[in-house]
């Protein structure tokens, strides 16, 4: 459709899914003696990246966690990640500036073509997946173009549409807990998700993911550790009681915030598997003792579904339904903060082993 040597077209909903087609074909048929390959073995997930970036590539693999066991039931997917610098591939095409962006319309019109998507206007870049073969494609303008909230957590969205296929979800929560059992953290941003995670974390509780973890309904809640990130800003990691050594001379990601791998914070790292018993919905209260009370199934949803639902585009409605499900099944609680960490973990973890001893 494009040839590099030739100006990329400009996009819009009449020719969005011929354009999405096009690249998929183009990166399938790559050479892949200029790409670097790599395999991800993850929860529930054999991801197969081909980089063209070894930054990229790099990024990856410090983020992504592998699983420690064989899984002969795990998932198949297959992801080409190619930027313009590379010879032969045209540089991601624009929006066209007359054809107002609605999302709602742009996961409509993939969707109608067995497609998910996302656009980056910014770099610009794109994203692709194929539904019916699990392969996807996201085309950069350069080796680390991705968007600036995917520097902890690359390859999410393929991440999320390949689980959503097998009736599984990534979702945007934090978790604590003793061992394997534990709860989902969750809220809005800047509601204290990150925060509470951390503080526990530093404070002998056990986490499967502080940002995203992947969540499997069967007979039992399970969250699964797919990603190896803490993200916190300074004065948070100070108050936790980070050396600020280990911060200082880090950089700072799009929202203001250290990104730090758990295996950094704690020789501990993280669980595997969590078998999930409450949803908790931290509120930064600054009380003397942390307070955990029981919230109704609607704060509860409120709480858990628009970031877990809207910022993993192309099945609202599938996301809505696994949501919902969640909130049907676990009990859900507001913690009501303190300002000391190691009291904030106290106070969780002896909450968990009340529960945990209930059954």
């Not at 899914?17 to 990166?27: G, K, Q, W």
């Not at 996201?138 to 999410?156: A, F, H, K, N, Q």
Request: with cysteine; aromatic share 8%; proline share 6%.
């Amino acid at each position: 459709m494009t040839p590099s040597s030739r100006r990329p077209p400009r996009v819009g909903y009449e020719n969005l899914v011929p354009y999405a087609r096009d690249r998929l074909d183009a990166a399938v048929a790559y050479p892949r003696e200029r790409l670097l390959s790599r395999v991800f073995r993850m929860a529930r997930l054999d991801m197969t990246i081909a980089f063209s970036s070894e930054a990229l590539a790099a990024l990856c693999e410090r983020t992504l966690v592998l699983r420690k066991q064989d899984d002969a039931s795990a998932a198949s997917l297959e992801v080409y990640a190619i930027d313009a610098g590379s010879e032969g591939w045209a540089p991601p095409a624009r929006w066209r500036e007359d054809a107002e962006f609605a999302l709602r319309r742009f996961d409509r019109t993939l969707d109608a073509g067995g497609l998910r998507g996302f656009h980056h206007h910014e770099a610009p870049s794109w994203q692709f997946y194929d539904r019916a073969t699990a392969t996807g494609v996201v085309t950069l303008p350069g080796p680390l173009d991705i968007p600036p909230w995917e520097s902890g957590s690359p390859m999410r969205l393929f991440m999320h549409w390949a689980y959503a296929a097998t009736h599984m979800r990534l979702t945007h929560a934090a978790t604590l807990g003793l061992g394997e059992y534990g709860a989902l953290i969750v809220g809005a941003s800047g509601a204290g998700k990150s925060g509470t995670a951390l503080a526990g974390f530093l404070n002998g509780l056990d986490s499967a993911g502080d940002d995203y973890v992947l969540v499997e309904q069967g007979p039992r809640v399970v969250a699964h550790s797919v990603l190896a990130v803490f993200k916190q800003d300074r004065e948070g990691l100070r108050r936790a009681g980070v050396a600020p050594g280990e911060f200082e001379a880090a950089g700072l990601n799009w929202h203001g915030k250290v990104e730090v791998e758990a295996a950094k914070l704690s020789p501990r790292g993280l669980v595997d598997r969590m078998e999930i018993g409450a949803l908790l919905i931290p509120e930064v209260a600054r009380l003397r003792r942390t307070s955990i009370e029981p919230a109704t199934p609607r704060q509860a949803a409120l709480a858990l579904a628009p970031s877990g639902v809207f910022q993993l585009p192309g099945d609202a409605a599938e996301g809505f339904n696994f949501l919902a499900g969640l909130v049907r099944r676990l009990p859900a609680f507001h913690v009501r903060l303190s300002e000391a960490p190691a009291e904030i973990a106290d106070a969780i973890g002896t909450f968990l082993a009340r529960r945990q001893r209930a059954g």
